[in-house]
């Protein structure tokens, strides 16, 4: 059987944090704004993961009220995801994924993200596409307040 799923990301674009993607520090002015380290990619990627598993979401398991998540290792929590994934008797097939924003231009990240996906995930690095695009200066995307990312997941059991 196959199972698809899908998720979505957003975190606010504000000084003095990092901005993590996928793993990869990006130098940029701003960072995302959030409990863990705040990697939209990494946070995306697993909520498609657990919907096309049926396991609720990433947000549930890791909740922000919970201390032990401060600061916490998005990509640490994607591993986690991943393992519950394949504890209820699901491969993953493949994950694609969009990045949304304007600044900081993401392509020279990109293969390093996908290298670091298909580490956390164990899967080979073909089967991880990580994309980006640009708002065109429209949103929370296009001014530099935000940044979102979207993802789906095929899974096979
Ligand atoms: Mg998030």
């Given at each position: 059987?196959?199972?698809?799923?899908?998720?979505?990301?957003?975190?606010?674009?504000?000084?003095?944090?990092?901005?993590?993607?996928?793993?990869?520090?990006v130098?940029?002015?701003?960072?995302?704004?959030?409990?863990?380290?705040?990697?939209?990619?990494?946070?995306?990627?697993?909520?498609?993961?657990?919907?096309?598993?049926?396991?609720?979401?990433?947000?549930t398991?890791?909740?922000?009220?919970?201390?032990?998540?401060?600061?916490?290792?998005s990509?640490e929590?994607?591993?986690?995801?991943?393992?519950?994934?394949?504890?209820?008797?699901?491969?993953?097939?493949?994950?694609?994924?969009?990045?949304?924003?304007?600044?900081?231009?993401?392509?020279?990240?990109?293969?390093?993200?996908?290298?670091?996906?298909?580490?956390?995930?164990?899967?080979?690095?073909?089967?991880?596409?990580?994309?980006?695009?640009?708002?065109?200066?429209?949103?929370?995307?296009g001014?530099g307040?935000?940044?979102?990312?979207?993802?789906?997941?095929?899974?096979?059991?």
């Open positions: 059987m196959m199972r698809v799923g899908h998720g979505f990301d957003v975190h606010p674009l504000v000084e003095g944090r990092k901005l993590m993607l996928g793993g990869v520090h130098a940029f002015e701003r960072g995302a704004l959030g409990h863990s380290d705040a990697d939209v990619l990494a946070h995306a990627i697993a909520d498609a993961l657990l919907g096309a598993a049926g396991l609720s979401d990433l947000g398991r890791f909740p922000a009220s919970d201390p032990r998540w401060k600061d916490a290792d990509m929590l994607l591993a986690q995801c991943a393992a519950a994934v394949r504890a209820a008797g699901f491969e993953i097939v493949n994950t694609d994924a969009t990045i949304v924003v304007d600044r900081p231009k993401l392509a020279p990240h990109i293969d390093w993200m996908r290298a670091n996906l298909a580490v956390r995930l164990e899967i080979d690095q073909s089967r991880i596409s990580v994309k980006a695009k640009s708002s065109e200066g429209l949103g929370y995307t001014d307040t935000g940044i979102a990312a979207y993802a789906v997941a095929l899974l096979s059991s």
